[in-house]
């Protein structure tokens, strides 16, 4: 979210202006101090993060949704995990997964990614994005 973003080039003692900016779905606008560095756009994503209209609050739990989906996705699947390791590509795919789900532009994926795991990544009725990781383990004996 551009509010952390805020904080930590504060707190780092970054150069930061006056800029007015406005919410993307009702135009209200602000004046607040950000980094000089930002894009206009970069602005106008940091007032719509603190309207308080209905889509601008519908946005702002649908974005913060896909933010923690993708933290899940790296804790389960990135580097560094204690599971198994994810080929990069693969864990790339469950990340646009992500996006996907959380836009609503589709329901679910099941993504099969060898060894027996499989992830599946859903929105819930209660308007989650909900990601399963499933490993299957299989005997088989012959004599």
Same mark, same amino acid.
Request: net charge negative; charged share 30%; proline share 3%.
């Given at each position: @979210? *551009? #509010?952390?973003?805020?904080?930590? &080039?504060?707190?780092?003692?970054? @150069?930061?202006?006056?800029?007015?900016?406005? &919410?993307?779905? &009702?135009? *209200?606008?602000?004046? #607040?101090?950000?980094? @000089?560095e930002w894009t206009q756009e970069d602005v106008n994503e940091y007032v719509t993060e603190i309207c308080n209209c209905d889509s601008a609050a519908y946005y702002q739990k649908k974005k913060k949704q896909k933010e923690r989906a993708h933290e899940r996705i790296t804790f389960l699947f990135g580097e560094g995990n204690q599971l198994e390791v994810t080929p990069e590509r693969a864990e790339n795919l469950l990340h646009e997964v992500v996006e996907l789900v959380g836009d609503e532009e589709i329901q679910s994926a099941t993504v099969e990614i060898g060894n027996g795991v499989k992830v599946k990544i859903g929105y819930t009725i209660k308007e989650n994005i909900k990601i399963t990781r499933t490993k299957a383990e299989k005997s088989t004996y012959e004599e």
């Open positions: @979210m *551009q #509010e952390d973003k805020l904080i930590k &080039c504060r707190d780092a003692g970054g @150069m930061m202006e006056t800029r007015t900016g406005a &919410c993307k779905f &009702c135009g *209200q606008a602000a004046v #607040e101090e950000m980094p @000089m």
